[in-house]
């Protein structure tokens, strides 16, 4: 599947687009520091990992645009102290020029998160992201406790990567996220990559918490040369109003519709495609056509 099939694709399942929950648009020196990981990625993953996208903003919003996507988010995320302010200074800029971008936000476990991530949710945040491998720190430091707190009261969403792809962390996998939602129950969490590879424990959580949503990210993806696991595709069904579509653009070694493509290879059918990639981001959101 090619970019360019994606209207036609959108047209004939009767969606006004696609609303892609796991984009990332980032201040140019951060952006430029995460391209120089994937392009060194090679020798710590054993394969390449070219961007296919490196592009500039105007041209990657444009294109975004041009294939059907309606909203799209512009995760950054903080990877030690001191660096959220600037981050999320960039990216609320990006979304006050860019209508159709998702509010996005992020925030790391230090004492003023306490205090920023409650103005961000009055300033109108749509959803923040944490990257537990690349912040290197516990999804349940007790610096985060007020600020789950505050997010539980809010509903607003928090794309967390928690799972141990492509490389494990210190503190990836499901227990630290278990353990914070058996103390707030309400989080809105969107489990990242579906928590590859730990598909089967986060969709564990998501049968268990009902505001509990993964993202397609990469998932079954020819990239990874991998069988989709055994019960995966019948779970996801399961959960069809909770499957968000997410790909990780631009930083995809392979072309957008590729992920579109491995999604319909699942064979859940047109309504489940039409819930993933519109209805459940468009509610979750409050898209409009």
């Known amino acids: ?112 998160a306490a205090t920023y991530v409650p103005q961000l949710v009055e300033d109108g945040v749509d959803v923040f992201k944490v990257h537990v491998q690349v912040g290197d720190f516990a999804p349940n430091d007790p610096l985060l406790e007020p600020v ?17 792809g492509p490389a494990p962390g210190h503190h990836t996998g499901p227990a630290g996220v278990a353990d914070v939602l058996s103390r707030h129950p309400d989080l809105a969490l969107v489990i990242a990559h579906l928590g590859m590879p730990e598909i089967d424990e986060f969709l564990d959580l998501a049968e268990r918490y009902p505001n509990v949503r993964l993202d397609t990210t990469m998932a079954f993806v020819d990239f990874w040369d991998l069988p989709v696991p055994d019960g995966v595709p019948a779970r996801l069904a399961q959960l069809q109003d909770r499957v968000l579509f997410g790909t990780d653009f631009p930083n995809i070694p392979y072309a957008y519709a590729h992920q579109v493509e491995v999604l319909q290879r699942l064979e859940l059918g047109d309504d489940w495609m039409r819930s993933v990639l519109w209805g459940n981001g468009a509610e979750l959101f409050s898209v409009t056509p």
């Not at 609303?19 to 060194?40: C, G, N, S």
């Not at 789950?148 to 141990?164: K, M």
Request: net charge negative.
């Open 148 to 164: 789950w707190g505050t997010l539980a009261e809010s509903g607003t969403p928090i794309v967390l990567h928690a799972g141990s």
């Open 1 to 112: 599947m090619r970019d360019t099939d994606l209207p036609e694709l959108v047209a004939a399942l009767g969606i006004p687009g696609i609303v892609d929950v796991h984009t990332h648009f980032m201040a140019p020196q951060i952006l430029e520091k995460v391209w120089a990981y994937f392009d060194a990625a090679g020798p710590m993953l054993g394969r390449p990992w070219p961007i296919t996208y490196r592009w500039s903003d105007e041209e990657r919003v444009d294109h975004l645009r041009a294939m059907g996507v309606r909203a799209f988010s512009a995760l950054s995320y903080a990877h030690r102290p001191g660096v959220a302010g600037f981050m999320n200074d960039w990216t609320l800029a990006f979304a006050d020029r860019t209508p159709d971008a998702l509010r996005s936000a992020t925030f790391y476990p230090e004492p003023d």
